[in-house]
């Protein structure tokens, strides 16, 4: 069975402030990808990054940085200088058994970047 | 390039009727999957559809079904609804497989009288 947690429930921030959202992911299979989406109000999920379970180099997209560890399961997703536009939910999900059988979704992490 | 469509946007049906969910996957996309996403149980996979195949299912009774067409358009019904049935559904399509990136919908928001 294949799990992810996002421990944090919510995290509100002042604009300006970096802040870390976590991600940890159980599963057996040894082949797996890792995702993060966004979820603003409008409701449609944002595809931000795939990581394939071979590829732990951390990543770095302007303001976005993700760091994937294998020996903690983790796979962590930091914004520098956050934006208001940064508010949403961000969800963690997790595919692995051949690719057919859908994400895995964490219960999200809901940002709240203030003025 | 289009990105996926679903109709309706909205919904409202009452407890044992049935529905049927719309989703035009992005052009070339041959994979669809549909997830329903509520604040209980969070976002949960439905199923998955690839060259009118159903490729994997999800956790759901059997009143969830869905299909694909050649064209890779792809239609869920759920019948006998009920008041849990009340939820966003998600559209999603990527190339091949759904372990490649999966481009979503705006959903369709069904509400259960």
């Known amino acids: 069975a294949q799990k992810v947690t996002q421990a944090q429930t919510e995290i509100s921030v002042v604009e300006k402030e970096d802040v870390t959202l976590d991600c940890v992911y159980e599963?057996?299979?040894?082949?797996?990808?890792l995702f993060w989406y966004k979820q603003p109000p409008s409701g449609e999920l944002v595809f931000l990054i795939r990581r394939n379970s071979f590829d732990e180099q951390n990543e770095i997209s302007g303001r976005y940085s993700w760091n994937f560890q294998k020996s903690t399961s983790s796979f962590n997703f930091t914004i520098t200088a956050s934006q208001v536009v940064d508010s949403a939910v961000y969800f963690c999900?997790?595919?692995?058994?051949?690719?057919?059988?859908?994400?895995?979704f964490g219960k999200g992490t809901h940002l709240i970047i203030q003025p | 390039k289009a990105g996926v469509t679903q109709t309706p946007r909205y919904l409202i049906k009452t407890r044992g009727q049935q529905v049927t969910l719309s989703c035009s996957p992005i052009?070339?996309?041959?994979?669809v999957s549909w997830y329903q996403q509520t604040p209980g149980q969070g976002l949960q996979f439905l199923f998955e559809?690839?060259?009118?195949?159903?490729?994997n299912k999800g956790n759901f009774p059997g009143r969830f079904s869905g299909r694909q067409f050649s064209n890779s358009r792809s239609e869920m019904n759920v019948s006998t609804l009920e008041l849990g049935d009340s939820a966003l559904y998600l559209c999603?399509?990527?190339?091949?497989?759904?372990?490649?990136?999966?481009?979503f919908g705006d959903g369709t928001r069904l509400s259960i009288l």
């Open positions: 559809y690839f060259s009118e195949t159903q490729r």
């Open positions: 999900a997790l595919n692995s058994g051949g690719g057919a059988d859908g994400l895995t």
């Open positions: 999603a399509s990527s190339l091949q497989v759904s372990n490649q990136p999966q481009h």
């Open positions: 052009s070339g996309h041959r994979s």
């Open positions: 599963t057996r299979d040894t082949t797996y990808y």
